[in-house]
T-cell receptor, first 109, second 116 residues
Framework: QKEVEQNSGPLSVPEGAIASLNCTYSDRGSQSFFWYRQYSGKSPELIMSIYSNGDKEDGRFTAQLNKASQYVSLLIRDSQPSDSATYLCAVKGNTPLVFGKGTRLSVIA | DTEVTQTPKHLVMGMTNKKSLKCEQHMGHRAMYWYKQKAKKPPELMFVYSYEKLSINESVPSRFSPECPNSSLLNLHLHALQPEDSALYLC???????????????FGDGTRLSIL
């Protein structure tokens, strides 16, 4: 059974701080990694894709991948109240996309 | 606004009704997906179509019947649903899976389904 693990939270950070979201996965054959943001009652929205080890930055978001440790993370710099949402880690290998249960982030103004 | 359009946004139906959910995308994707999502849970894969052919059915009850009329459209036909089927139904699309890197799935806004 392919598994993706996330801390369910809630993770509370003050406005302007860095939020760090973590994800581990069990399938060593995984090659594609995604972060989705989901507001309550809404659909998942793609935030980042990462495929190779290292960091990938897009605006205030940085995704980090370490395949040896089977670990992927998302950093959100200068967190805003509008970042308050559930963040889903999703991993793809040769099987269908597997989602983690999500981490609920709360940014306190 | 998303590039994957789902209709209707909300649907309330009785257990004896027949209804259909619709999904349309114009991103040139040849893989389309149906997911079911309950509150505070991640999306749960139901069906995958690749090049308009059903490639994955995750042991979904037969009261859910998918259909892919062409590369842009995906339907989910509903019949004799149960109250536990109340959920957010999400459609997604992507380039088909291959060996190695896979492009991300893009989700529609979903249909909120309530079974009375």
């Amino acid at each position: 059974q392919k598994e993706v693990e996330q801390n369910s939270g809630p993770l509370s950070v003050p406005e302007g701080a860095i939020a760090s979201l973590n994800c581990t996965y069990s399938d060593r054959g995984s090659q594609s990694f995604f972060w989705y943001r989901q507001y309550s009652g809404k659909s998942p929205e793609l935030i980042m894709s990462i495929y190779s080890n290292g960091d990938k930055e897009d605006g205030r978001f940085t995704a980090q991948l370490n395949k040896a440790s089977q670990y992927v993370s998302l950093l959100i710099r200068d967190s805003q109240p509008s970042d308050s949402a559930t963040y889903l880690c999703a991993v793809k290998g040769n099987t269908p996309l597997v989602f983690g249960k999500g981490t609920r982030l709360s940014v306190i103004a | 606004d998303t590039e994957v359009t789902q209709t209707p946004k909300h649907l309330v139906m009785g257990m004896t009704n027949k209804k259909s959910l619709k999904c349309e995308q114009h991103m040139g994707h040849r893989a389309m997906y149906w997911y079911k999502q309950k509150a505070k849970k991640p999306p749960e894969l139901m069906f995958v179509y690749s090049y308009e052919k059903l490639s994955i059915n995750e042991s979904v009850p037969s009261r859910f019947s998918p259909e892919c009329p062409n590369s842009s459209l995906l339907n989910l036909h509903l019949h004799a649903l149960q109250p536990e089927d109340s959920a957010l139904y999400l459609c997604a699309s992507s380039h088909p899976s291959g060996i190695g890197i896979n492009q991300p799935q893009h989700f529609g806004d979903g249909t909120r389904l309530s079974i009375l």
